[in-house]
């Protein structure tokens, strides 16, 4: 057996099966492109979907790939196994409709066991397969030469995900040796059973049948070979390493820790688990970051947010109290750069996003301890329990850990209601699935366009219009030799100058037409086969297959598409100029009367920055800069720095849009020819669309003109309510805006000493409990912010007092109490304030020294406010 690195096991498995005619399929994005099914790619097999469901027809049916992907399922594992991960990488092989068992068997075979390759000893592999399963067992025994004794049947043997395609799979196992016997109960100790001795390296599943809606299976019309081999796994059994943290993949990130901790891994279990939470947690964090997620409160975000926070609690128990996890980036950068080079590109932003979420979680923490401060005050005073529900909002909400609050309640001499707990976080994660939408399954597609082969044409690049030979009708799924009906039927023709919607542009729509019949493009689209698809509706007469019609494009609608397409060209390179390289596409729609464009970013843009975007793209405009267009092999697009989108899949030779060297992108669309085409470029509006995406809306053209024709005919109207000159109308605002400034003014001063000759007297308010200066009196407040400025007032005169103050406002009633912190020992206000409130039939809480809540029972005003002479001659 070779001792080889990660990165030269992962490009070892390539290249085998790239000898063996397999194309190699780059890894994708984590964040998937088109497929709401998932959060997050979870499996090498996950990117390959269209070609499994036959929506497209892959280059090769032989695929072999190394794909990222993150599982958060079982996240409370990571740390305290040996292989779970919330971030791996998954190495596959697959064939679309070409080879099946046996070359799948001998392929896995020949690269774990020959010594050009990997060169296992034979000896120490098993394999499992399904009971029923007699094909794959005939070719471990047969063809391979297995002894039947290592080769165990197991029922569990069954790939099925639901609906869609499923069969059997055959796993392979490694034998790490006799001194892992004690670690495991006898009878798991087989291939397959729960032990640490024979371990799984390979999943070989062979989908040759269709799970129907029905719950049958038919056979497959073709069948697919689906594996995956963990990296992280066969590294530690190549590398001889305990666990997957003790591989070259995590080390260097182990030990950059231990310098900043000053702890030793492998010296200690809790520690270790520590070691291993971090190094796990900033991988994902890193790469997911790279791909264009960021972190917040929901979605994918808030997986990111859950990892960062697991991570900095366990860097407690290393004594860390610092941010630190971001210098961890350019580790991963350095482990994992040679095959994922964005993540050395991006590790500036990736560090910047990451620091800044440790240090407001450890702001967090100690935000997080004051609540807690509450939860335990009022449990110290009841039943000696922290309710679930509670915890649960201290750790969703607030993203105070679990594990400390049930660590500083035991050392409060409390309890944490555990199954509550559980209860609330089930239930949370039943709510996210049933939001989930679905489509986890893949669909077997109709064979109609996967049977169709013949190429289709486009020249929409050169014209708008040309003539062609009508080769394929297709209605109700159906290739049918003419069509007359009012429905919407699909034609392909040889050649066609429609552009198909992709790359954010919109499709081309238009007529086509000859002697004996008219139709309508509604949409274009393309086929698996990569054919354009026009949906079209009869208007006139029939269309009849080989016969030749004029195909226009509406050239109106086409040219503004262009304009907007080579203006959002411009606007992505100056969102990178003003805001920075981080600034890439997320999505985009290009329109005749708009452009939408989705970028990663963490802030919205302030109207500086938006009017400096704004003047980059009109200046490029007015320099009528001219727009090149040109096929070269991919090679000499990057040396050229052609700009690809990533996640995109780019061919051999690939078209580069060059705007004067300003812009330079990899794309598929039309453009103008040159910049002053466009006229002029306006921004709409900048939003944000979700966890570090915004979208930036604008218009060209004559779309422009008139967007500007709207503001000048408002403000026109301003001024005629202004009675003034348009010229005029901003001065006009700021006058009124200060006469309105001083009136405030005026009116605040009035009513701060109306407030004050209110509360001078005090008299009838005031009264000694227990020696204790007590004011409680009902008085007129605006809303609970007014309540809380007398408050407020009348402290500031009596610092030493117990003051309860209510008010009716809107018809509730709002009620304040502040407590002198030196009684605080004695009485709170917390608890005072949940006597009054629940006296006007409300709730209320807060600090042990202040305390807000309200109620609906208007009529008990002066019963609460009475509570707190009884609630104070009680405890003090």
């Given at each position: 057996?070779?001792?080889?690195?990660?990165?030269?096991?992962?490009?070892?498995?390539?290249?085998?099966?790239?000898?063996?005619?397999?194309?190699?399929?780059?890894?994708?994005?984590?964040?998937?492109?088109?497929?709401?099914?998932?959060?997050?790619?979870?499996?090498?097999?996950?990117?390959?979907?269209?070609?499994?469901?036959?929506?497209?027809?892959?280059?090769?049916?032989?695929?072999?790939?190394?794909?990222?992907?993150?599982?958060?399922?079982?996240?409370?594992?990571?740390?305290?196994?040996?292989?779970?991960?919330t971030?791996?990488?998954?190495?596959?092989?697959?064939?679309?409709?070409?080879?099946?068992?046996?070359?799948?068997?001998?392929?896995?075979?020949?690269?774990?066991?020959?010594?050009?390759?990997?060169?296992?000893?034979p000896?120490?592999?098993?394999?499992?397969?399904?009971?029923?399963?007699?094909?794959?067992?005939?070719?471990?025994?047969?063809?391979?030469?297995?002894?039947?004794?290592?080769?165990?049947?197991?029922?569990?043997?069954?790939?099925?995900?639901?609906?869609?395609?499923?069969?059997?799979?055959?796993?392979?196992?490694?034998?790490?040796?006799?001194?892992?016997?004690?670690?495991?109960?006898?009878?798991?100790?087989?291939?397959?059973?729960?032990n640490?001795?024979?371990?799984?390296?390979?999943?070989?599943?062979f989908?040759?049948?269709?799970?129907?809606?029905?719950?049958?299976?038919?056979?497959?019309?073709?069948?697919?070979?689906?594996?995956?081999?963990?990296?992280?796994?066969?590294?530690?059994?190549?590398?001889?390493?305990?666990?997957?943290?003790?591989?070259?993949?995590?080390?260097?990130?182990?030990?950059?820790?231990?310098?900043?901790?000053?702890?030793?891994?492998?010296?200690?279990?809790?520690?270790?688990?520590?070691f291993?939470?971090?190094?796990?947690?900033?991988?994902?964090?890193?790469?997911?970051?790279?791909?264009?997620?960021?972190?917040?409160?929901?979605?994918?975000?808030?997986?990111?947010?859950?990892?960062?926070?697991r991570?900095?609690?366990?860097?407690?128990?290393?004594?860390?109290?610092?941010a630190?996890?971001?210098?961890?980036?350019?580790?991963?950068?350095?482990?994992?750069?040679?095959?994922y080079?964005?993540?050395?590109?991006?590790?500036?932003?990736i560090?910047?996003?990451?620091?800044?979420?440790?240090?407001?979680?450890?702001?967090?923490?100690?935000?997080?301890?004051?609540?807690?401060?509450g939860?335990?005050?009022?449990?110290?005073?009841?039943?000696?329990?922290i309710?679930?529900?509670?915890?649960?909002?201290?750790?969703?909400?607030?993203?105070?850990?679990?594990?400390?609050?049930?660590?500083?309640?035991?050392?409060?001499?409390?309890?944490?209601?555990?199954?509550?707990?559980?209860?609330?976080?089930?239930?949370?994660?039943?709510?996210?699935?049933?939001?989930?939408?679905?489509?986890?399954?893949?669909?077997?597609?109709?064979?109609?366009?996967?049977?169709?082969?013949?190429?289709?044409?486009?020249?929409?690049?050169?014209?708008?219009?040309?003539?062609?030979?009508?080769?394929?009708?297709?209605?109700?799924?159906?290739?049918?030799?003419?069509?007359?009906?009012?429905?919407?039927?699909?034609?392909?023709?040889?050649?066609?100058p429609?552009?198909?919607?992709?790359?954010?542009?919109?499709?081309?729509?238009?007529?086509?037409?000859?002697?004996?019949g008219?139709?309508?493009?509604?949409?274009?689209?393309?086929?698996?086969?990569?054919?354009?698809?026009?949906?079209?509706?009869?208007?006139?007469?029939?269309?009849?297959?080989?016969?030749?019609?004029?195909?226009?494009?509406?050239?109106?609608?086409?040219?503004?598409?262009?304009?907007n397409?080579?203006?959002?060209?411009?606007?992505?390179q100056?969102?990178?100029?003003?805001?920075?390289?981080?600034?890439?596409?997320a999505?985009?729609?290009?329109?005749?009367?708009?452009?939408?464009?989705?970028?990663?970013?963490?802030?919205?843009?302030?109207?500086?920055?938006?009017?400096?975007?704004?003047?980059?793209?009109?200046?490029?405009?007015?320099?009528?800069?001219?727009?090149?267009?040109?096929?070269?092999?991919?090679?000499?697009?990057?040396?050229?720095?052609?700009?690809?989108?990533?996640?995109?899949?780019?061919?051999?030779?690939?078209?580069?849009?060059?705007?004067?060297?300003?812009?330079?992108?990899?794309?598929?669309?039309?453009?103008?020819?040159?910049?002053?085409?466009?006229?002029?470029?306006?921004?709409?509006?900048?939003?944000?669309?979700?966890?570090?995406?915004?979208?930036?809306?604008a218009?060209?053209?004559?779309?422009?003109?008139?967007?500007?024709?709207?503001?000048?005919?408002?403000?026109?109207?301003?001024?005629?309510?202004?009675?003034?000159?348009?010229?005029?109308?901003?001065?006009?605002?700021?006058?009124?805006?200060?006469?309105?400034?001083?009136?405030?003014?005026?009116?605040?001063?009035?009513?701060?000493?109306?407030?004050?000759?209110?509360?001078?007297?005090?008299?009838?308010?005031?009264?000694?409990?227990?020696?204790?200066?007590?004011?409680?009196?009902?008085?007129e407040?605006?809303?609970?912010?007014?309540?809380?400025?007398?408050?407020?007032?009348?402290?500031?005169?009596?610092?030493?007092?117990?003051?309860?103050?209510?008010?009716?406002?809107?018809?509730?009633?709002?009620?304040?109490?502040?407590?002198?912190?030196?009684?605080?020992?004695?009485?709170?206000?917390?608890?005072?304030?949940?006597?009054?409130?629940?006296?006007?039939?409300?709730?209320?809480?807060?600090?042990?020294?202040?305390?807000?809540?309200?109620?609906?029972?208007?009529?008990?005003?002066?019963?609460?406010?009475?509570?707190?002479?009884?609630?104070?001659?009680?405890?003090?």
């Amino acid at each position: 057996m070779k001792n080889l690195t990660g990165n030269e096991i992962r490009q070892m498995f390539l290249d085998y099966f790239k000898a063996h005619n397999h194309m190699v399929e780059p890894s994708a994005p984590l964040v998937p492109i088109d497929d709401d099914s998932l959060l997050w790619i979870n499996s090498g097999v996950a990117t390959l979907k269209k070609y499994f469901d036959g929506r497209v027809v892959p280059e090769n049916p032989r695929i072999v790939n190394a794909q990222k992907a993150i599982r958060t399922n079982d996240i409370e594992n990571v740390g305290f196994t040996a292989r779970h991960h919330t971030f791996f990488e998954m190495l596959g092989n697959f064939s679309i409709g070409d080879y099946f068992k046996e070359e799948a068997i001998v392929r896995a075979w020949e690269f774990l066991t020959h010594s050009d390759w990997i060169g296992f000893d034979p000896d120490l592999l098993y394999v499992t397969v399904h009971p029923e399963d007699t094909d794959a067992l005939n070719i471990w025994k047969d063809v391979i030469g297995l002894d039947e004794s290592r080769i165990i049947r197991i029922e569990g043997n069954f790939w099925d995900i639901g609906e869609g395609p499923c069969g059997p799979n055959s796993e392979i196992f490694y034998d790490r040796g006799e001194h892992y016997d004690t670690l495991t109960p006898p009878e798991e100790m087989y291939p397959g059973g729960e032990n640490e001795r024979y371990l799984e390296i390979w999943n070989l599943v062979f989908s040759e049948f269709n799970h129907n809606k029905d719950g049958s299976y038919t056979p497959l019309p073709k069948q697919n070979i689906d594996t995956g081999m963990g990296l992280e796994r066969i590294a530690s059994v190549i590398q001889d390493a305990k666990t997957n943290f003790d591989t070259d993949l995590f080390t260097p990130i182990i030990q950059e820790i231990e310098k900043v901790s000053g702890q030793k891994y492998g010296e200690s279990e809790e520690l270790d688990t520590a070691f291993k939470v971090i190094s796990d947690h900033i991988r994902t964090v890193t790469f997911a970051i790279a791909d264009g997620a960021l972190p917040s409160n929901e979605g994918r975000g808030y997986v990111l947010r859950r990892l960062i926070r697991r991570a900095v609690r366990f860097s407690k128990d290393l004594n860390i109290d610092k941010a630190f996890m971001y210098n961890l980036v350019d580790v991963v950068g350095d482990v994992m750069g040679e095959f994922y080079p964005n993540v050395k590109e991006k590790a500036s932003f990736i560090k910047d996003v990451v620091k800044g979420e440790e240090e407001r979680f450890l702001t967090t923490l100690d935000e997080g301890m004051q609540i807690y401060q509450g939860l335990r005050d009022r449990a110290l005073a009841e039943d000696k329990v922290i309710a679930g529900k509670d915890a649960f909002k201290l750790y969703d909400t607030y993203g105070f850990p679990y594990e400390l609050t049930v660590e500083y309640a035991a050392l409060d001499g409390l309890e944490v209601d555990e199954a509550g707990f559980t209860e609330e976080m089930t239930a949370q994660k039943q709510r996210a699935r049933e939001a989930r939408k679905s489509g986890d399954s893949m669909q077997v597609q109709s064979e109609t366009f996967h049977s169709i082969t013949e190429p289709s044409v486009f020249t929409g690049y050169e014209t708008t219009s040309s003539e062609s030979s009508l080769l394929y009708i297709v209605a109700e799924d159906k290739i049918v030799n003419d069509y007359s009906g009012e429905d919407q039927v699909e034609v392909i023709f040889a050649e066609t100058p429609f552009y198909a919607e992709s790359g954010g542009q919109i499709a081309d729509t238009g007529i086509i037409s000859n002697e004996g019949g008219t139709a309508e493009v509604d949409y274009v689209y393309k086929a698996p086969n990569g054919q354009n698809v026009h949906v079209i509706r009869v208007t006139e007469g029939k269309l009849t297959t080989c016969e030749t019609y004029k195909l226009a494009v509406n050239r109106e609608k086409r040219s503004f598409v262009m304009k907007n397409h080579t203006a959002t060209h411009l606007m992505h390179q100056a969102l990178k100029d003003v805001i920075g390289e981080h600034a890439n596409q997320a999505g985009s729609l290009v329109q005749a009367e708009r452009l939408r464009f989705d970028f990663s970013h963490l802030e919205s843009l302030n109207k500086e920055q938006l009017a400096e975007i704004e003047n980059i793209v009109n200046e490029k405009i007015y320099a009528g800069l001219n727009v090149s267009i040109e096929e070269m092999p991919i090679s000499e697009a990057k040396e050229k720095g052609a700009m690809a989108l990533f996640g995109e899949k780019y061919g051999d030779v690939v078209r580069v849009v060059d705007i004067d060297e300003y812009s330079v992108e990899l794309c598929g669309g039309i453009h103008v020819r040159n910049t002053a085409d466009i006229g002029v470029f306006k921004i709409v509006s900048e939003s944000g669309i979700g966890a570090g995406i915004r979208r930036i809306e604008a218009v060209t053209s004559k779309y422009a003109v008139e967007l500007y024709k709207e503001y000048e005919q408002t403000v026109e109207n301003v001024a005629g309510t202004l009675k003034t000159k348009t010229g005029n109308v901003e001065h006009r605002l700021e006058q009124l805006l200060e006469e309105k400034k001083e009136q405030q003014d005026a009116y605040d001063k009035l009513k701060a000493e109306l407030q004050q000759s209110k509360l001078n007297d005090l008299g009838d308010a005031t009264s000694e409990v227990n020696g204790v200066s007590v004011i409680r009196k009902e008085v007129e407040a605006a809303d609970a912010k007014d309540l809380r400025a007398q408050m407020d007032l009348i402290k500031s005169q009596n610092q030493d007092a117990i003051i309860a103050l209510a008010a009716v406002t809107d018809g509730k009633v709002s009620l304040v109490v502040t407590v002198p912190k030196d009684l605080t020992s004695k009485v709170r206000a917390g608890d005072i304030m949940k006597g009054m409130a629940g006296i006007v039939d409300g709730k209320g809480g807060g600090r042990p020294d202040m305390a807000q809540g309200g109620g609906t029972d208007v009529a008990s005003i002066t019963a609460a406010l009475q509570f707190v002479d009884e609630y104070i001659k009680d405890f003090i």
